[in-house]
């Protein structure tokens, strides 16, 4: 989801059931306090998996972050002639786990899982929000709530 997307859907729904993470509370959105913000986001996270950046993207900036962190590292391969492909090429070139679906990322992080029609979870060490995102994913959905 894109920042821009999710201000809007948190700001609109004003759940309580959705987190907001901030350097800069009540702030106005500055490109330079992306890496801050994302600094934290890849501490609560348990992996990074980057899709799609150029080698000089702000997605290297939260992978660095990332790794000096201690968290799994993951990418996506793309078109080697692609400016776009071309930070997921670098970090599988400099040891990010390759990724070309779902089912590898739950194994990297030990998901058990049965099969996509069963979507019958059991995931050891995770929470029910946690679990409710794996089935989501399993699922092919593109929203979580």
Same mark, same amino acid.
């Given at each position: 989801?894109?920042?821009?997307?999710?201000?809007?859907?948190?700001?609109?729904?004003?759940?309580?059931?959705?987190?907001?993470?901030?350097?800069?509370?009540?702030?106005?959105?500055?490109?330079? @306090?992306?890496?801050? /913000?994302?600094?934290? *986001?890849?501490?609560? $996270?348990? #992996?990074?998996?980057?899709? &799609?950046?150029?080698?000089?993207?702000?997605?290297?900036?939260?992978?660095?972050?990332?790794?000096?962190?201690?968290?799994?590292?993951?990418?996506?391969?793309?078109?080697?002639?692609?400016?776009?492909?071309?930070?997921? @090429?670098?970090?599988? /070139?400099?040891?990010? *786990?390759?990724?070309? $679906?779902? #089912?590898?990322?739950?194994? &990297?992080?030990?998901?058990?899982?049965?099969?996509?029609?069963?979507?019958?979870?059991?995931?050891?060490?995770?929470?029910?929000?946690?679990?409710?995102?794996?089935?989501?994913?399993?699922?092919?959905?593109?929203?979580?709530?």
């Amino acid at each position: 989801m894109f920042y821009e997307e999710y201000m809007s859907f948190i700001q609109k729904e004003k759940c309580e059931t959705h987190y907001s993470a901030s350097s800069f509370p009540g702030f106005p959105v500055y490109k330079s @306090n992306f890496p801050a /913000r994302n600094r934290i *986001i890849s501490g609560l $996270s348990k #992996g990074i998996l980057v899709v &799609e950046a150029t080698e000089n993207s702000g997605a290297m900036i939260t992978v660095n972050t990332a790794i000096n962190q201690g968290r799994t590292v993951m990418a996506v391969p793309g078109n080697i002639n692609s400016e776009n492909s071309a930070g997921c @090429n670098l970090l599988i /070139r400099d040891g990010a *786990i390759l990724i070309t $679906s779902y #089912g590898e990322i739950l194994d &990297e992080f030990n998901i058990r899982y049965k099969d996509n029609s069963d979507f019958d979870v059991w995931i050891k060490g995770l929470s029910g929000s946690e679990a409710d995102v794996v089935k989501a994913i399993i699922k092919g959905n593109n929203t979580y709530r």
